[in-house]
């Protein structure tokens, strides 16, 4: 069975409520990207994805998803320019040859990061969905079996502007059946401190972690890391710049508190060097960023270095989200799944059946291929093709 097309959609998905910002020297954004302060990065106001369609000669099609919430239409033009010509009339059942075919297009130009590497990814789901569904079996089951069919999750965020919100949206979760909340911070040492007092004096019961999103310099980082470990945190990710590999091993040396590393590496090779200088104790690939196949890779190293896996999932759909619970049921140290309320429910907008979600946990997609059924109609009407 042959691969007979490839094809992309961009889609920019609005929601209710518009993320605002400005760059920090006042200057002027890219038109629909702004700077969400403290943080540095561009966001969008809407839910921006790459999704692709692979189908095979018989007309079955996988479906598959890249981490793109800026720019999508970057990678999008990776995939029609430079893999879909490859693609197109090799075996359909053969995931991994096809992955190691298209990761080696451009390797030695220095393309296994940034967009290569996120149009890569989208096209390597979308191969394994495929695959599936031809041979009548779950993803998970062609990635050697399930060590589990009920993925834990932490709530990831809590989008309100004042702590004592925050804390009347953690008590909510709580009450609703939630074991752990991440929060989103980086706005100080004192300012994250008292946010994460907040939420445990309304809801104690619930572990927390903190996302640093890269705010912080050495000093600061322990001064977080010592008071999130005396308030019995669960553990601190991206604390530091995402380029200062030895800073985060310096920092874990000191901190009794894990260090939470992995959404920026998009490949088994960073994950490796990483690995080896002891530079993260939780590592967080994000599936939509490494694709199916290297994802079990990374895993493969982590259980060898004793570190769990804790998959990253942030502003991807459906896909996305599909995809990394079955990486995550296949995965042999698997510590937690990352729940993100608002993504999670826009991206359901593009499946006939919505993903089953719970405070505590998603239960493993049941079905061929990732066990879901893109609205075909729905994807074309939002990415505006016919």
Not at 108 to 119: F, I, T
Request: net charge negative.
């Amino acid at each position: 069975m042959q691969i007979a097309s490839v094809e992309t959609f961009v889609l920019k998905v609005f929601h209710d409520e518009a993320y605002l910002g400005a760059l920090p020297d006042g200057s002027e954004v890219p038109e629909g990207y702004q700077v969400r302060a403290p943080w540095r990065s561009l966001y969008s106001r809407r839910f921006e994805t790459l999704l692709v369609k692979v189908t095979a000669e018989d007309g079955t099609a996988g479906w598959g998803e890249a981490l793109a919430p800026v720019a999508p239409e970057v990678p999008a033009a990776v995939v029609d320019l430079l893999l879909a010509p490859v693609l197109r009339g090799r075996d359909a059942l053969a995931p991994r040859p096809a992955w190691v075919l298209l990761r080696d297009l451009m390797r030695e130009r220095g393309h296994l990061v940034g967009h290569q590497a996120d149009a890569l990814a989208a096209v390597d789901i979308a191969l394994w969905d495929l695959a599936g569904r031809l041979r009548g079996a779950p993803v998970a089951d062609l990635l050697g079996g399930a060590f589990r069919d009920r993925l834990p999750t932490y709530v990831s965020g809590l989008p309100k502007s004042t702590d004592a919100e925050r804390a009347e949206l953690a008590a909510d979760w709580a009450a609703r059946g939630a074991r752990a909340v991440k929060l989103h911070l980086g706005h100080g040492v004192a300012a994250d401190l008292a946010t994460v007092d907040a939420v445990r004096a309304t809801a104690p019961e619930l572990r927390i972690a903190v996302d640093a999103h890269w705010a912080y310099g050495q000093a600061d980082a322990r001064r977080l890391a010592a008071g999130l470990a005396d308030r019995g945190g669960w553990f601190l990710e991206a604390p530091l710049a995402p380029e200062d590999e030895d800073g985060h091993r310096r920092l874990g040396e000191r901190s009794a508190l894990p260090i939470a590393v992995g959404e920026t590496l998009r490949n088994r090779y960073e994950f490796a060097r990483w690995l080896a200088a002891h530079a993260l104790e939780i590592a967080q690939p994000d599936v939509a960023r490494t694709g199916i196949t290297e994802a079990m890779a990374i895993a493969e190293l982590c259980a060898a270095a004793h570190v769990p896996v804790a998959p990253h999932h942030s502003v991807g759909l459906g896909v996305a989200a599909a995809a990394g619970l079955h990486v995550a049921a296949a995965v042999e140290d698997l510590l937690v799944f990352e729940y993100q309320p608002t993504s999670t429910e826009v991206g359901q907008r593009v499946l006939r059946t919505p993903l089953e979600v719970h405070p505590d946990h998603f239960p493993l997609p049941a079905g061929p291929g990732l066990g879901i059924d893109v609205d075909e109609q729905v994807v074309r009407d939002l990415a505006g093709k016919d």
